[in-house]
């Protein structure tokens, strides 16, 4: 390609000699011809040419070097993490989640109600969450001030509360123990119950 590209720029220069009488028609003709030879035999050019090429397709197509097997299956499956939500009546709900999602993204995958009424955009404090256990509270990123913003409008605020949007599961918090508390504070009409996203 890039080879291409250089033979016909070659070959229009010895067009616009030949034209302005520098050169004859005779020599332009196998000038043009020898350039374009010399380009296609060169192995600098073709190795430059099959290097860029090789790049632009590895740039646009990613590459796995191995198959998968049954234990690197089995590895997917260790990539999630068990949340326990503890609903309104005390009743403990173990769920799997996958690493990097968000708490109120599993809720609502697995149909617990942790209402989410914003879209997880820090507008509301409606995934409002208790972590039950101070240890696992500590290992959870210092929330945000937008995120402390909304705790403050939240209904049984405490000490290890969160929102459930902002918490996403990582190793560390595998077997984590989630309150949900007894009430939101939500600006719709009393009695409307969203449904999860």
């Known amino acids: 390609m890039l080879g291409h590209r250089i033979s016909r720029f070659g070959s229009s220069i010895a067009k616009q000699l030949a034209r302005e009488g520098y050169l004859s028609t005779y020599v332009t003709r196998n ?67 996958p690493i990097g999602m968000s708490v109120l993204e599993a809720a609502h995958e697995n149909d617990i109600d942790l209402e989410g009424a914003c879209e997880a955009s820090l507008a509301c ?14 290992k ?22 969160r929102l459930g949007c902002q918490v996403i599961a990582r190793p560390e918090l595998d077997g984590v123990r989630l309150a949900i508390p007894s009430a ?3 600006f719709a009409v009393d009695g409307f119950v969203p449904k999860p996203h």
């Open 140 to 161: 959870l990123e210092e929330p945000t001030d937008e995120e402390n913003d909304m705790l403050d409008l939240a209904f049984g605020l405490t000490e290890t509360s």
């Open 31 to 97: 000038l043009q011809r020898s350039y374009g030879h010399y380009l296609r035999s060169s192995s600098v050019v073709q190795r430059q040419a099959r290097t860029y090429q090789e790049a632009l397709f590895l740039k646009n197509h990613k590459f796995c070097t191995s198959s998968t097997t049954s234990s690197e299956k089995g590895d997917e499956e260790t990539k999630k993490i068990t949340v326990i939500f503890v609903d309104k009546d005390g009743e403990e709900i173990p769920v799997k989640v």
């Open 125 to 138: 404090s409606t995934c409002h969450v208790i972590v039950m256990d101070t240890e696992y509270y500590n």
């Open 184 to 186: 939101t504070r939500n």
